[in-house]
């Protein structure tokens, strides 16, 4: 603990537990009290190592380890906590268990931060709304999520909005069996520094939903399992971490998947894999836009018994680029590519068969230098012609559809 427990704050305390006062001012800014249902906490300009514990009961919240307010103080008809803190060094430590819908909001202000949430949501209550929104000021800061939902209905909100420093999040949200509609909104604005994100879904839940954007992340692990049948499985994925890493296994009647981002112009390792346990349309769409130096990117889609739609685009810029996007699920693409400028090597690779909807897509482009292409359809192509292009530059081929300024076949 370092909360400074002396004199006038001590004797402060001892008589606002004995007065029984759900609301307690320090000297030094310390306070709580609950107001419409919201319990604001503000520990002050000091540092705070403290510990809220929600429920069992709904509404009944536990605080300990603040001077002012008094360990063990206990607080009712709560449904929003307010936790500020200001300059100084804070651990906070949030244990949730219980049958409510929260709004919790944290500040830590400036200064190094440490914010540990364990929150659980028992099936006892039908429909639960959760929002965590986490901010703070100058200063790195460590952000560690458990949750557990097992609520028939349950809807998710997680935002993060930071000063400089560097930042590490670590998520993991389980929607075990009971539940059966779930969606998570979860939006990072982590401000300067080098950020490290690691979330990890584990879903049982037949309706699931993902929409994230990871913002100015620079290293980014998602995790989606899903490995029961379930009937619908959404992923909406925006990155422009320089290291992103996309995980989903599924095994939903129908998978749709966004994926993308703008990346900035640093050197860019992104890699996709999706597999597709039990069969299923899976319909992804890509928007992926890299910048001026060398990038890699790999992305990979498996699953034979399944059907895949691929569309959108991958543009990579200038820069010395490799692409490769792999398919062994039946597919049906018009996916839109083009390497740029730089020495490209860029390959679309489809092991099942494959079907071309629209004339020209999918599209390859090389832009200039010395790029090696490649469109191979292991199984066949039926449908329409597509289209290669390898601009300026001597250029290698191997592929079929309507071909373009490529210098030698291989
Ligand atoms: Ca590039």
């Not at 913002?215 to 320089?242: F, H, K, M, W, Y």
Request: include cysteine.
């Amino acid at each position: 603990m370092t909360c400074n427990r002396n004199h006038p704050v001590r004797a402060f305390r001892l008589h606002a537990v004995a007065l029984g006062l759900l609301a307690a001012t320090s000297a030094w800014g310390q306070s709580a009290a609950v107001t419409n249902g919201t319990l604001n906490i503000s520990t002050g300009p000091i540092s705070a190592d403290a510990k809220v514990v929600v429920g069992p009961a709904p509404g009944v919240v536990q605080v300990f380890g603040i001077a002012a307010i008094g360990d063990g103080a206990i607080f009712n008809g709560v449904r929003a906590i307010n936790f500020t803190t200001g300059a100084g060094e804070d651990k906070l430590q949030f244990d949730i268990d219980s049958p409510q819908s929260l709004d919790l909001r944290i500040d830590t202000g400036s200064g190094p931060a440490e914010t540990m949430i364990s929150w659980r949501v028992p099936s006892t209550i039908a429909s639960a709304v959760g929002t965590l929104d986490i901010r703070s000021g100058a200063g790195a800061t460590k952000t560690f999520l458990n949750l557990e939902s097992t609520a028939p209905d349950f809807r998710f909100g997680w935002n993060m909005l930071n000063g400089g420093g560097n930042k590490e999040v670590e998520a993991k949200l389980a929607y075990k069996a009971g539940s059966v509609n779930v969606a998570n909104d979860v939006v990072l604005s982590l401000g300067g520094g080098t950020h490290k994100v690691a979330v990890t879904v584990e879903n049982e839940a037949s309706k699931y939903g993902l929409r994230m954007n990871s913002g100015n992340a620079t290293e980014l692990a998602a995790i989606v399992q899903s490995p029961n049948r379930t009937s619908a499985l959404n992923v909406d994925l925006t990155s422009s971490a320089r290291t992103t890493m996309v995980d989903i296994q599924s095994a939903a009647d129908a998978l749709d998947l966004a994926l993308g981002g703008n990346y900035g112009p640093v050197q860019n390792n992104i890699n996709y894999s999706v597999v597709q346990l039990r069969p299923a349309a899976v319909n992804a769409r890509l928007g992926l836009r890299t910048g001026v130096v060398n990038d890699k990117i790999e992305m990979k889609f498996d699953g034979e018994t399944s059907r895949l739609s691929l569309g959108g685009f991958v543009e990579t810029g200038a820069g010395n680029d490799e692409l490769k996007i792999e398919s062994n699920m039946v597919s049906n693409t018009t996916l839109a590519v083009d390497v740029g400028a730089g020495s490209d090597v860029a390959e679309l690779f489809f092991k099942g068969p494959l079907f071309l909807p629209l004339p020209g897509l999918p599209r390859l482009l090389g832009g200039d230098g010395n790029d090696q292409l490649r469109l191979i359809a292991e199984r066949g192509a039926t449908g329409q012609q597509p289209r290669i292009d390898c601009g300026p530059g001597f250029d290698a081929v191997r592929g079929f559809g309507v071909i373009l300024n490529c210098e030698t076949s291989n």
